[in-house]
Nanobody, 118 residues
């Protein structure tokens, strides 16, 4: 089992920035990637950014060029730098980890709320 704790959310104005962090603990030895999901109000949870153990990144189209994912392998932490945020970025953000069996969708943390509003 993997324990995930997200932090860093809050209220931000459109065009502003926010940095999210997530710490993973527990069965972390088998992780081959980390990622951020988000769930807007009334919508499903979707993957928005991933980073592999060797640093390769991938982004969902709507956040490309605005969000940057990074990680500290030694500390099993992952971050999401959110720049030029938009109202439609409002969501609960969750981190997750991937192993050889896939994303650990039974091990969600509490998430962190990001609200973009003027």
């Amino acid at each position: 089992q993997v324990h995930l704790v997200e932090s860093g959310g809050g209220l931000v104005q459109p065009g502003g920035s926010l940095r999210l962090s997530c710490a993973a603990s527990g069965s972390v030895f088998s992780i081959n990637a980390m990622g951020w999901y988000r769930q807007p109000p009334g919508k499903k949870r979707d993957l928005v950014a991933t980073i592999t153990n060797d640093g390769s990144t991938n982004y969902e189209d709507s956040v490309k060029g605005r969000f940057t994912i990074s990680r500290d392998n030694a500390k099993n932490t992952v971050h999401l730098q959110m720049n030029k945020v938009k109202v439609e970025d409002t969501a609960v953000y969750y981190c997750n980890v991937r192993t050889i069996t896939g994303w650990r969708k039974n091990d969600w943390g509490q998430g962190t709320q990001v609200t973009v509003s003027s």
